[in-house]
């Protein structure tokens, strides 16, 4: 089965909250992405809502069930108890934990799961008693993946960030890939789901399918906005989809 793509639209949020208006629409783009074929919407309501504001939590939701119900809701953050307030209130199909300051531009770590796992345990369970599906942002470190699959998860999401950053580097590349798939390896081994994203364009994403050939889901919003104002939405959310292998 193809990776299956969720758009993230922090980008969008970002460039409507530019000015006082309500263009352009993170809903309705949200709906064009899905249309052309996306899985699912991501997002990620920091506290300051400098991107996602929290009054697009509830169109957003009305929105898949609506009119995608066969598609999902993933919504990302740092597990404050007001982010976790959010999750129980507009339920979405996946939460992702990751380890955010609130002032971080973006997510460029993933947890460290034999010193946080203390911390993460209560909130796991409190999350999978609910029924939601949890996702741990993850490092690229096979050694790490026993500690996350003891907290009870059912995925990790990799973070992609080093592997998209070379770029203009082949060989450099091929070292990071190859450290992503081992660990997407000994994840998998021990029955995790395996997600990914940070970074993650058109050209990078095949080899990256290619070398994780389980891999569940891949959360893009940068590079899939940039592309976005060159070959629409729509177009755009289908070169990716094709990218993943669908």
Known sequence: MPARL?????????????????????????????????????????PDQR????????????????????REFNMEGYPTEAFLALVEEHQPEQVTLVPDEPAQATSDHGWNFAEQGAFLAPIVARLKKKGFRVSLFADPDPAQMAAAQALGIDR?????????????????ASIE????????????????????????????????ARRIPALAEVSIGHGLTADALEHGMAQTVRRFVAACGG
């Open 177 to 208: 890939l190859e450290s992503l798939g081992k660990t997407a390896d000994a994840a998998i081994a021990l029955g995790l789901g395996v997600n990914a994203g940070h970074d993650l364009t058109v050209a990078n994403l095949p080899a990256l």
């Open 156 to 172: 990790v999401e990799l973070y992609t960030g080093p592997y998209g950053a070379c770029h203009d580097d082949s060989g450099k």
């Open 6 to 46: 969720s758009v993230n639209l922090n980008a969008v949020a970002m460039l409507r909250n530019r000015r006082d208006l309500p263009w352009p629409s993170v809903t309705g783009l949200g709906r064009v992405a899905l249309e052309a074929g996306a899985h699912g919407l991501t997002v990620h309501p920091r």
């Open 51 to 70: 991107h996602i504001r929290f009054s697009d939590l509830p169109e957003l939701r009305a929105l898949l069930d609506d009119s995608f119900p066969d």
